[in-house]
T-cell receptor
Framework: AQKVTQAQTEISVVEKEDVTLDCVYE???????LFWYKQPPSGELVFLIR??????QNEISGRYSWNFQKSTSSFNFTITASQVVDSAVYFC??????????????FGKGMKLTVNP | NAGVMQNPRHLVRRRGQEARLRCSPM?????VYWYRQLPEEGLKFMVY????????ESGMPKERFSAEFPKEGPSILRIQQVVRGDSAAYFC?????????????FGPGTRLLVL
């Protein structure tokens, strides 16, 4: 089965703490994409990153960094020096081939991050 | 360069009524995907359409739900005889013919509330 597991359902931290959001996936595809999305209280989905399965380089973007480990099927997301505006639900997602040759996304259940001042 | 547009953003229906959700893909995109997010859950794939064709409806409930993407106009997700359990956020995404899930762009969602 192809699925995404976000074991943590809710985390609460104090501003300026670092926090890591875990994501483990299962897939039978050899080529796939992994994603992280942020859903703030307003409800829209904010795209954060897309990673191709052939690219295992870690990536840093400001206070965000991602650690892709194909050997452990994990794609973890770290927020450094968290801020109140980081409070949101974060989703990890995996692309899965569909009938018709295109792809759909399989999402984890999400992790609610609360950053307290 | 407008992104994916969905309307209405909020929709309230009474049990038994019909709900019509519209999605206009990004310019140049001919592939549309619908996802449903139940309260406190992640998004779940419902259906994938190309112009005038349903390609994959493996995530659609068997009854009351239908989707279309006509040659002209937006994609429509239609829910007949709504029940309280249909209350959810419905997201649409689009991609170009060559893009696939690697380049899916999401709309802002329609929040359906069934009273």
């Amino acid at each position: 089965a192809q699925k995404v597991t976000q074991a943590q359902t809710e985390i609460s931290v104090v501003e300026k703490e670092d926090v890591t959001l875990d994501c483990v996936y299962e897939t039978r595809d050899t080529t796939y994409y992994l994603f992280w999305y942020k859903q703030p209280p307003s409800g829209e989905l904010v795209f954060l990153i897309r990673r191709n399965s052939f690219d295992e380089q870690n990536e840093i973007s400001g206070r965000y960094s991602w650690n892709f480990q194909k050997s452990t099927s994990s794609f973890n997301f770290t927020i450094t020096a968290s801020q109140v505006v980081d409070s949101a639900v974060y989703f990890c997602a995996l692309s899965v081939l569909t009938q018709g040759g295109s792809e759909k996304l399989v999402f984890g259940k999400g992790m609610k991050l609360t950053v307290n001042p | 360069n407008a992104g994916v547009m969905q309307n209405p953003r909020h929709l309230v229906r009474r049990r038994g009524q019909e709900a019509r959700l519209r999605c206009s893909p990004m310019k140049g995109h001919s592939h549309v995907y619908w996802y449903r997010q139940l309260p406190e859950e992640g998004l779940k794939f419902m259906v994938y359409l190309q112009k005038e064709n349903i390609i994959d409806e493996s995530g659609m409930p068997k009854e009351r739900f239908s989707a279309e993407f006509p040659k002209e106009g937006p994609s429509i997700l239609r829910i007949q005889q709504v029940v309280r359990g249909d209350s959810a956020a419905y997201f649409c995404a689009s991609s170009s013919p060559t893009g696939g899930a690697g380049t899916q762009y999401f709309g802002p969602g329609t929040r359906l509330l069934v009273l």
